[in-house]
């Protein structure tokens, strides 16, 4: 990508040198690598801690000892820091176009390990995630080494992806669509999981209409588009659970397969109008 190293966002909330507020830290005691690498999984298709299976507490129950916070302004991790911000800013300003006054700037908090939410204790085991409760999405940068090293999407487009997902869901959350899906799933239990794929191949496919627009302005490189869509099919549900387990379970997908991901996402791009974006009328 052709990113200008302006400065930090002004969005840009940085808590990676503040203490979590409470929660346990992971001791990793009797799991391997392996089975480290299986519950991370996990944790990313269900979005919850699995993490904690490995042994974050101490002897007796306690809280294993938290390590001391690095320093908010760690230079080796300042030039993904800008990084993010020019893409933050990047989306959020082809979204203003777009809604107009309807718009909102979301915040992007920056943290390490675990911190406070809207929506709840967050982990960096969960992965990066939009709290709609507070318009903040969070992302603990080392979840850019787990996308390259374990799931082979390397690029700095495959990291813009990421965000650029998350204030798809920003979006959403602003034209109430995250609400209507919230309420369906509250009164159908069994199209719970059916609407929240839905959900996520739509933000996937407003990642693709900013990636539509930031070619035009000239942003994008050769090879830019096919790191988005690798990214995408990396965090397939079939995917993933394969990886996890061996075997796969369309019943209990949230996100979508890798085709459908990066379909969706490659949609948006191509076609660059959100109006295209209509999943929820698309066929199953």
């Known amino acids: 990508m052709r990113w200008n190293p302006a400065g930090r966002s ?18 990793g005691r009797g799991v391997g690598l392996g089975g480290l690498l299986i519950l991370l999984i996990l ?35 300042e030039p993904m820091v800008r990084f993010v911000s020019a893409v933050l800013d990047s989306t959020q300003a ?16 920056l943290f390490r390990d675990a911190t406070q939410s809207g929506c709840g204790f967050a982990q960096a085991a969960t ?36 965000l ?4 798809g869901h920003h979006v959403q959350a602003l034209l109430g669509t995250s609400n209507q899906v919230h309420r369906l799933q509250q009164q159908r239990p069994d199209q719970a999981n059916a609407a929240s794929v839905r959900l996520e191949l739509q933000a996937d496919c407003y990642a693709g209409v900013w990636a539509h627009v930031a070619g ?17 099919a990396a965090v397939g549900d079939d995917r993933l659970q394969r990886m996890a387990t061996g075997r796969v379970q369309p019943e209990s997908f949230t996100h979508g397969t890798s085709a ?17 974006c209509d999943t929820f009328r698309a066929a199953p």
């Open 10 to 27: 002004d969005n840009l909330e940085d808590r990676r040198g503040a203490s979590p507020g409470g929660g346990f830290r992971m001791g």
């Open 43 to 77: 944790s990313l298709v269900f979005k919850r801690d699995f993490l904690s299976l490995a042994g974050g507490l101490g002897p007796a129950g306690a809280a294993a000892p938290a390590a001391a916070p690095a320093p908010v302004d760690d230079p080796a991790e």
């Open 94 to 109: 082809t979204w203003q176009r777009r809604l107009g006054p309807r718009w909102r700037d979301a915040k992007l908090v």
């Open 127 to 162: 992965g990066p995630f939009y709290c709609p409760g507070d318009g903040k999405v969070y992302l603990d940068l080392g979840f850019y080494d787990e996308l390259d090293r374990r799931f082979g999407a390397p690029g700095d487009f495959a990291q813009a992806y990421v």
């Open 164 to 167: 650029a997902h998350e204030i």
């Open 216 to 232: 035009r302005e000239g942003i994008l490189e050769p090879g830019d588009i096919d790191e988005g869509l690798r990214a995408a």
């Open 260 to 276: 459908q991901r990066a379909r969706w996402f490659r949609t948006g791009y191509e076609r660059g109008d959100p109006d295209d």
